[in-house]
Nanobody, 119 residues
């Protein structure tokens, strides 16, 4: 199942962006989802996770600034990013386990959305 991440863009330091992640096809529901990010030349790093029951976990470097949440009616997962700094500049990816036609599809990824934070 292909996911689509969107909402990236250019923002000044201290600003905010909201990323969205949704399936490009009809699914039953999102089970669990994560956001990752990657800077060219560096390894992809995990940012945040939301479980099927809404529990959330965050990497230390985004705690208190980023919020992951979900809209089950829209089968969409969001990442609200506040107090952005240039160090948050990266390509952001979403990953999710979903159900479709009562089958579970694990480890589905989006194509990434670029976030650039200017100083």
């Amino acid at each position: 199942v292909q996911l689509q991440a969107s909402g990236g863009g250019l923002v000044q330091a201290g600003g905010s962006l909201r990323l969205s992640c949704a399936a490009s096809e009809i699914i039953d529901r999102v089970i669990e989802a994560d956001w990752y990010r990657q800077v060219p030349g560096k390894e992809r790093e995990w940012v945040a996770q939301i479980s099927s029951d809404g529990r959330t976990n965050y990497a230390d470097f985004v705690k208190g600034r980023f919020t992951i949440f979900r809209d089950n009616a829209r089968n969409t997962v969001y990442l609200q990013m506040n107090v952005l700094s240039p160090e948050d500049t990266a390509l952001y990816y979403c990953r999710a386990d979903v159900t479709k036609d009562q089958y579970i599809y694990h480890d589905n990824w989006g194509q990434g959305t670029e976030v650039t934070v200017s100083s």
